[in-house]
């Protein structure tokens, strides 16, 4: 297999995720260019424009007009499809509005664990009910929340953004210290915007009061998305590909260092920072594959990149390990345990660990048919892995991948040549 060309990946999800609901929350009008149009960014306009919001049709160039932090209650329950980003995060902006409202979600996001937002939104005052199982339907009693002081027990930007953005609404004092950090995007976003916070090593800190000004978005391509395309290139025999105006957020790029660390050419080009945001040209060509260690501190700067990592690592010399990655178990699938038999219907051999996986890699041929759970992520790393030459695998849920990266099967077709 060789790779060869240019490609602009889609609009960085989590930016686009933000660049809706800052725009939401803002006084103005707020421009978006290039955002996303993928299932989950689609949640997140139906839960706004459900809360009275004024967002269009999502399309390459349009404009939100802001509330100004004051939403309408709903009408029907809040349905986020299967984005954990639209659950969380609008979980924040709803406990410190006065009304109540109920979150809901397909089969997958409704097993996610919700009690680690809902804790400290209570805390600040909020009500929520949660099911038995901890997950969704939940309902949310939001009204007057106060100033809150939180330490999360995961390193979660999901948890702290809605506790930032709980804080944002109300217009309360908020602080967030994680264990280690965690992407940065809603800090970026907000100080971008005129915000009064302050980041001190892994705390961030919300002042009260804090003012939130519409800002418009030209939003970056997705450097998860664009990993796929690294991740092509590493396993190529020959050839290079560029993937055009990459966000390279520090928070964001663990996978391409950790190819790098395997052997791997990935160099950035025309690095500029736009929007408060790092971006660039990355440009990626095969060398020789070695396995790679990947422990706890390298996880959260790639934790929606590892199942890739581990297809790639099939066919790396030597025996990958990813250790510290037990946030895997409840993603949209269990994402450990999926993986690792995965692997092993193709041919692989690989073991699951309690909080990652070892894979042992190899170049004999792999095939077989691989059952996504419907995860996106699964969908698109096996569906790269099954681009190299000699593989032959079958992926069984191919439309699942347009919760992130809608036109992927076309993008991999067209990066390749036998």
């Known amino acids: 297999m060789k790779v060869f060309g240019s490609l602009r990946v889609p609009g960085d999800k989590s930016i686009s995720h933000r660049a809706l609901i800052f725009g939401a929350l803002a006084e103005g009008e707020s421009r978006v260019t290039g955002i996303l149009e993928s299932a989950d960014v689609h949640s997140t306009a139906g839960v706004l424009r459900a809360l009275g919001v004024d967002v269009p049709a999502l399309s390459p160039d349009f404009v939100v007009r802001g509330s100004g932090r004051t939403l309408r209650r709903p009408t029907t329950e809040l349905d986020c499809g299967n984005s954990g980003t639209t659950t969380r995060l609008m979980a924040g902006v709803v406990a410190a509005s006065p009304f109540d409202a109920t979150f809901v979600g397909d089969a997958s996001l409704s097993r996610r664990p919700m009690r680690r937002v809902a804790r400290p939104l209570e805390a600040m005052g909020a009500r ?131 190819l790098r660390k395997m052997g791997v050419r990935v160099t ?20 020789k594959l070695h396995a790679a260690v990947v422990a706890e501190a390298d996880v959260p700067s790639m934790i929606d990149e590892l199942p890739l990592l581990a297809c790639v690592a099939a066919r790396a010399e030597g025996v990958t390990t990813i250790t510290g990655a037990s946030e ?29 996986m070892r894979i042992q890699g190899s170049d004999r041929p792999l095939s077989g048919r691989i059952v996504t759970h419907g995860d996106h992520r699964l969908a698109m790393a096996f569906g790269v892995l099954g681009a190299a030459r000699g593989n032959s695998i079958e992926v069984d849920d191919r439309d699942c991948v347009s919760v992130s990266y809608p036109g992927f099967w076309e993008d991999l077709a067209s990066a390749t040549r036998a």
């Open 328 to 356: 895997l178990r409840v993603k949209e699938s269990d994402r450990i345990a999926a993986v690792v038999s995965n692997l092993r219907a193709i041919g692989v051999e690989a073991e699951e660990l309690p909080d990652g």
């Open 268 to 287: 950035e080009e025309g690095r500029r920072m736009e929007g408060g945001e790092w971006v660039a040209d990355v440009v990626v060509a095969p060398r």
């Open 128 to 258: 929520v009910e949660l099911p038995p199982h901890f997950g969704l339907p939940m309902t949310i009693h939001g009204g007057t929340l106060h100033d809150v002081e939180w330490t999360s027990e995961v390193a979660s930007a999901q948890i702290k953004s809605a506790i930032l953005l709980a804080g944002l609404v109300a217009g309360v004092h908020a602080r967030v210290s994680e264990p280690s950090r965690s992407r940065d995007h809603t800090e970026k976003m907000l100080e971008a915007r005129g915000a009064a916070l302050h980041v001190d090593g892994l705390t961030v800190t919300l002042d009260a009061g804090s003012p939130l000004r519409a800002l418009d978005t030209v939003v970056p391509g997705d450097p998860s998305s664009a990993s796929f395309f690294a991740g092509l290139a590493a396993l190529a025999r020959s050839g290079e590909i560029r993937l055009e105006h990459v966000c390279v957020n520090e928070t964001r790029t663990g996978f391409f260092e950790q």
